[in-house]
């Protein structure tokens, strides 16, 4: 099946630890974009990538990094610099010439 | 980027026709109209996409008037399972990377 995955579906963070969420698809999509989702609130982008090895930095990048080595996949690091990580992250892709994006499942970020 | 402006929430009743209008005034000429559903705990799915006039699809209906300022979203005979999340999304298919997601409308259909 064709599609982008997320894990872990949940990941617990402790205090002044850096944490990674994977993301991948299988759709070859040249763009991914990682949101962040806090409760009743709609989605904000942290960082997108229009291609290997080149991404930009959205509307809430600080505390977070990412990197795109290889077409299928586009891993955020949480950071110790993100002082309120709590929340719902959502990978998404596109394809070039289409508007539409393909959500993953989310992971669910906790702080210990 | 085009901004959207959607109601904060709606209520329904099973079986009623759902109308969900996105205002986006400074739309561009190259810019098409997106909806997406979000369930809670899951990532948002697309429902449909227009750039003027009527779309249809065997989920809902998209209305543009001529001057594109606006769109509304058609639910037709909402059930208990409708109830999610909606968000308007205006952008270029051509080279608009950078995405804008709203707070959506939350639409809650009663039994």
């Known amino acids: 099946d064709g599609g982008i995955t997320q894990s872990p579906k949940y990941l617990f963070r402790k205090e002044g630890q850096n944490v990674t969420l994977s993301c991948e698809q299988n759709l070859n999509h040249d763009a991914m974009y990682w949101y962040r989702q806090d409760p009743g609130q709609g989605l904000r982008l942290i960082y997108y990538s229009q291609i290997v090895n080149d991404f930009q930095k959205g509307d809430i990048a600080e505390g977070y990094s990412v990197s795109r080595e290889k077409k299928e996949s586009f891993p955020l690091t949480v950071t110790s610099a993100q002082k309120n990580p709590t929340a719902f992250y959502l990978c998404?892709?596109?394809?070039?010439?289409?508007?539409?994006?393909?959500f993953g499942p989310g992971t669910r970020l906790l702080v210990l | 980027l085009a901004k959207t402006t959607q109601p904060i929430s709606m209520d329904s009743y099973e079986g009623q026709e759902v109308n969900i209008t996105c205002s986006h005034n400074?739309?561009?000429?190259?810019?098409?109209i997106t909806w997406y559903q979000q369930f809670p705990s899951q990532g948002p799915r697309f429902i449909i996409q227009?750039?003027?006039t009527k779309v249809t699809n065997e989920v809902a209906s998209l209305f543009i008037p001529a001057d594109r300022k606006s769109s509304t979203l058609s639910l037709p005979r909402v059930s208990l399972s409708d109830t999610a999340v909606y968000y308007c999304l205006v952008g270029d298919m051509n080279g608009g990377f950078k995405t804008i997601f709203g707070a959506g409308t939350r639409l809650f259909v009663k039994a």
């Open positions: 227009g750039y003027k």
């Open positions: 998404a892709s596109r394809q070039t010439d289409q508007e539409t994006q393909y």
């Open positions: 400074n739309i561009a000429t190259n810019d098409y």
